[in-house]
């Protein structure tokens, strides 16, 4: 499937780059990141989306769709990505090398549009460095939304976004001894 | 584009219809429900999506990506509704045939998931009813998913919700006086 014919980006006046932060322990962080996504396939961006998460098996769902609209760039670190073949065990070192690869997409402009799924995770256990993330977002080249998921957001990254949404729990069915299940929760 | 093989939902023991109900003032509400609907897409399911927005200019993007997957009906209220030829001119009327046509495709079990984006608002305006909705929804036969999205979701409706989440406003680009722009905001 051949994605729309791309609008240059940034091309209206109106349009500003804009680094999004949803944040929060509430559910439909990833989701909502998801959702925003269409939107940028719709006018045609190259997007690029990167999951910080250790299993392969979450998220299959929101992969087979953006597989079937075409035009999406899918890395997962749960697989061990798929552009080194060095054998990384270590959460930690993954997590690194996603990074590292992250820097060169941005430097290289690879994308309108950058998801950095669930990337709170490695700045909170120290894996990846806040204040290089800081930076290399705040300082991105040419015209690169990027949209980062994941609980606990760094204020610093706070500070530097112009859009942050806290999702908030008010209720959940696990509270109820409700499992997660397919179709929803993947 | 043909959507995936259903798997019937249900089916597996774990599996439970759930009323989720995403809330709050900050940015992020449909398109977690748009992200949620993708992996109720990947698994096949019978998906509606109800659109109670008065300008059809809005929200074009998910729309054109639930096109392009296939196998998701897609009703919106800022063009008049589809199925109705009498001519609705009021918010209010158009609203309330909205929620008369829900109730009967609930009642029909027409999807494994409904998505009813925005719908707070008519609740708010008093134009559809909050116990009836909170009846119909409660009651629904069957195994069928409902994601309702929209600000101040009343109490009631949180009272029979599985799970609710609250999207905070932490920061929004608007207060800065940039403004809504195409592959984001729709």
Do not use: C, N
């Not at 098996?57 to 899918?74: F, P, Q, S, T, Y």
């Not at 700045?123 to 040419?142: A, E, H």
């Amino acid at each position: 499937m051949s994605a729309p014919e791309r609008v240059a980006p940034g091309e209206k006046r109106r349009d500003r780059a804009l680094l999004i932060v949803i944040t929060g322990g509430g559910k439909g962080k990833s989701t909502s990141a998801f959702g925003t996504m269409l939107r940028g396939w719709a006018r045609g961006y190259r997007i690029g989306v990167f999951q910080f998460v250790k299993s392969g098996k979450w998220k299959v769902g929101e992969h087979r769709a953006a597989r079937e609209l075409g035009g999406i760039d899918w890395e997962k670190m749960g697989d061990g990505w798929t552009w080194t073949s060095r054998d990384l065990e270590q959460s930690a070192d993954l997590a690194r090398e996603g990074w590292e690869e992250v820097k060169r997409r941005i430097s290289a402009e690879a994308y309108d549009l950058l998801l950095l799924d669930e990337f709170t995770y490695p700045m909170s256990f120290g894996w990846v460095d806040v204040d290089d993330v800081v930076r290399t977002l705040r300082d991105r080249p040419g015209f690169q939304h990027v949209i980062l998921t994941g609980r606990d957001a760094p204020q610093a990254l706070i500070d530097v976004a112009d859009l942050v949404s806290e999702v908030r729990k008010v209720k959940h069915p696990f509270d109820e001894g409700i499992r997660g299940q397919q179709g929803i929760e993947w």
